[in-house]
């Protein structure tokens, strides 16, 4: 049995955590933590979990953390790293937030001063399909972001005959925002509408950029947009190539990067986000427009599953020897 903790639970991605883990077969949640709601039962803030989970909140407290097998860090950036500095010779740890992720500097260009660089260096980023190796492995496991993940996923299998720009237009229900109030994700302010945000600044083209280039240097322009659903993503990827293959032959090359991975579903016909929304699947397909040279990929995943909590419970199957699928056989909540 493997002993987990869950921290920053009173949020989306703590909330999916849970929901996962109490139904993997081979995991105790033993600890489950908040910086509010203190003593109360989780049901009390999500009534959904009703006769499901009455399990109380505890406080933040690095010394209930000794002992467990993994820690998941649902928090926000900065203080997830705030905890993790403290508790990571103790425990390992799957982060949630951006903390682990970027190099130093890149770091520090996009969100601010990072409290345990070293850290960072130990640090192995959570997207299985690349880095399965040394995940398994790994203390600190640092979850990739959820525009990351599609647009990662999408770009790889091709990056060998793009030719180096990459356009990655992006859209997101507004669950990627988190459970935090904000003027701007009220109701009337989403719904009936439409619209780009943090173009050319968002802290997403910093990651896709950075994993991308360690493999081949690229760059990458991004440009997210606020759709009025719940949740789900579903990006749009624009490579120009220099040559142009045979639909058939890209198509298979596709399929062969991702003939071991559970997790990804090659589409002939274009994915959308309710055939993917409530799994930890990324469904990717692509069309080619021949007369100017460019190749369009789609991925549909969904932000908090595949973009966050089910990708960390892929990463601690990996790390603790389980199968990847284990406690993720989940059915997409279509209709
Ligand atoms: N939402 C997504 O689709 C998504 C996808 C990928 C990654 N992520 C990342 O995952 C992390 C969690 O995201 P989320 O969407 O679950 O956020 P959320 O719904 O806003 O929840 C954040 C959690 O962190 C706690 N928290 C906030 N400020 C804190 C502080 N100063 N000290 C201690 N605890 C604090 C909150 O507790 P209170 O309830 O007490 O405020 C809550 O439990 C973030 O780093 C986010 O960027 C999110």
């Known amino acids: 049995m493997l002993h987990v903790g869950i921290v920053g639970v009173s949020g989306f991605t703590g909330l999916e955590l849970v929901k996962l883990l109490l139904h993997h077969p081979v995991v105790s949640i033993d600890y489950i933590a908040s910086r509010s709601h203190i003593g109360e039962p989780l049901s009390s803030i999500f009534p959904s979990l009703n006769s499901i989970c009455d399990k109380k909140i505890e406080t933040i407290d690095e010394d209930r953390l000794k002992g467990l097998d993994v820690v998941f860090l649902a928090l926000p950036h900065g203080v997830s790293m705030e905890l993790a500095c403290r508790i990571h010779n103790n425990v390992r740890i799957i982060d949630l937030s951006a903390d682990f992720r970027l190099a130093k500097d890149l770091y520090e260009k996009w969100y601010k001063t990072h409290l345990c660089p070293d850290l960072i260096e130990t640090a192995v980023y959570g997207l299985p399909e690349l880095n399965k190796g040394k995940i398994k492995n790994a203390q600190l496991v640092a979850n990739p972001g959820c525009y990351a993940t599609a647009s990662i996923l999408s770009i790889l299998p ?122 930890n699947f990324c469904d990717i397909s692509f069309a080619l427009d021949k007369d100017n040279n460019r190749l369009i990929i789609i991925s549909v995943i969904d932000n908090l599953l595949k973009g966050a909590s089910s990708q960390a419970v892929q990463n601690m199957n990996i790390m603790f020897g389980l199968k990847e699928e284990e406690g993720l056989n989940l059915k997409p909540y279509y209709p």
């Not at 992006?170 to 719904?191: H, I, M, N, P, Y």
């Open 158 to 279: 091709f990056l060998d005959i793009i030719d180096g720009d990459v356009i990655v237009d992006a859209k997101s229900g507004v669950s990627g925002a988190g459970r935090s109030l904000r003027e701007d994700l009220l109701f009337s302010e989403v719904a009936s509408s439409f619209r780009a945000y943090s173009v050319a600044k968002h802290r997403h083209q910093p990651e896709i950029q950075q994993v991308l280039s360690e493999i081949k240097p690229v760059s990458v322009t991004f440009v997210p947009h606020l759709l009025p659903i719940n949740r789900g993503i579903l990006a749009t990827i624009y490579a120009h190539i220099p040559t142009i293959y045979d639909e058939a032959f890209l198509f298979e090359k596709l399929q062969r990067f991702y003939i071991n991975e559970p997790f990804i579903r090659i589409l002939k016909d274009l994915p959308q986000i309710n055939n993917c929304a409530g799994t």
